[in-house]
């Protein structure tokens, strides 16, 4: 049984509660999935109230009450009406629809299970019937970077990179931890930016840039793979052989400036090799012992170094690239730290092959299903097969222009 004063709050009085319950930290501020549901739900809170919908709609609180929407005016038909409103009257596409009413029924769990509600009427059969069906079968249910999404990630990472090089150049050289700080915060976000211009423009499958745990001949690219005058890096492709890919104008000037930084002693260092503290602490301590240094020596290099990254950099101390799960989670941090709408069923920030997919879909626009195979390494009975909505789409304009011609 559900107490007054829980059935009787407010709506948007469990957010900032709830917003702490699914993110991380102890505030509401940040997490991407986070900022989506905060939208979505004081979106459905409007809705309740009569301020969004169409003109006649007057809200869920009866006509003689003046207040805000509560938890005693849910119910089972508010969900449905509100499911009808996201298919319907906005216009959104399917999976748009699909994500948008997750947001909410994820928080009507949580309602319930917090004592606000006694049924999760958001799980409800009549509740959900008006949303579209999902079969799994469309285009849009593999993600696809858009243009807008290219940019806004893209400035992020600029923005970040500059912002930190400042930094750097400010911090005094009296300080040394404050400058060693700023130098790997430089550091990683210069690598960030090379790293997403290289997802965002070459459509590089991201197994075939950094490290696969499950496939020791893939082992990261290397200085050594990368030719910055030509324009090209050579990559262990899917059909397992080495090939060399394009780099575009777009990814040169992020990966100089990123090698300018890193700086790294030989072109057999991985172009993106491990932050993790732990690995690059347990790189460096083994290679110094091998190197015949012992426990005191290698304490008193590390202690003067402050960073472990900098100790490997000065000793020529190679360190393995990062893996793909670590690319991945790089990605979903740049992803979150950023103002980049995403709006997916199954992924919550810019993952890779999102990155490969949205490049593809430039491709096929612009030039065609030959080169866009030739440029993703695929076959193009493959690309057409995945990028056939685009031919669709261009057949559906043609008919319509034919109609127009002929009805006109």
């Not at 992924?347 to 030739?374: I, K, N, S």
Request: hydrophobic share 30%.
């Amino acid at each position: 049984m559900l107490s007054d004063s829980g059935a009787g709050a407010s709506l948007d009085a469990t957010f900032t509660r709830y917003f702490q319950d699914i993110g991380k930290g102890r505030d509401s501020s940040g997490g991407h999935y986070r900022r989506n549901s905060k939208r979505e739900l004081e979106r459905f809170t409007d809705w309740a109230a009569g301020e969004r919908g169409p003109d006649e709609w007057m809200g869920i609180v009866p006509d003689d009450a003046d207040r805000d929407p509560t938890f005693d005016d849910l119910s089972e038909s508010v969900f449905r009406e509100y499911a009808r409103h996201l298919a319907s009257d906005r216009g959104l596409k399917q999976n748009t629809v699909q994500t948008y009413y997750a947001y909410l029924s994820a928080w009507c769990g949580w309602c319930v299970t917090e004592g606000y509600l006694d049924t999760h009427f958001a799980q409800r059969a009549s509740a959900t019937a008006p949303l579209p069906e999902d079969d799994g079968r469309r285009p849009g249910d593999q993600q696809a970077w858009t243009s807008d999404q290219r940019h806004a990630i893209t400035k992020h990472v600029d923005d970040t990179a500059y912002e930190a090089s400042e930094r750097l150049s400010e911090v005094s050289g009296n300080d040394p931890d404050a400058k060693a700080r700023a130098r790997y915060d430089a550091l990683r976000a210069a690598r960030d930016r090379a790293l997403v211009y290289l997802v965002s423009y070459t459509a590089i499958r991201i197994g075939e840039l950094v490290r696969d745990g499950s496939d020791p001949r893939r082992r990261g690219v290397r200085w050594e793979d990368v030719s910055l005058n030509d324009g090209s890096i050579d990559v262990y492709r899917k059909k397992q052989s080495w090939d060399s890919a394009s780099l575009p104008d777009p990814v040169i000037e992020p990966l100089r400036l990123y090698k300018q930084r890193l700086d790294p002693p030989s072109d057999q260092w991985a172009v993106f090799p491990t932050f993790h503290f732990a690995t690059v602490s347990g790189c460096v301590q083994e290679e110094l012992a091998n190197r015949g240094l012992d426990e005191q020596e290698i304490s008193t290099l590390r202690d003067k170094s402050d960073y472990d990254i900098f100790l490997a950099l000065s000793k020529n101390i190679r360190l393995p690239s990062i893996t793909t799960d670590g690319a991945r989670g790089a990605l979903k941090r740049i992803t979150e730290d950023s103002d980049v709408d995403v709006e997916h069923t199954k992924h919550e920030y810019l993952a890779p092959h999102g990155g490969r997919r949205g490049m593809g879909e430039v491709l096929v626009r612009a030039f065609g299903y030959t080169v866009a195979a030739r440029y993703l390494d695929n076959s193009e009975e493959m690309v057409r097969k995945r990028y056939s909505h685009i031919e669709a789409g261009e057949l559906g304009d043609a008919a319509a222009e034919a109609i127009e011609d002929i009805d006109g």
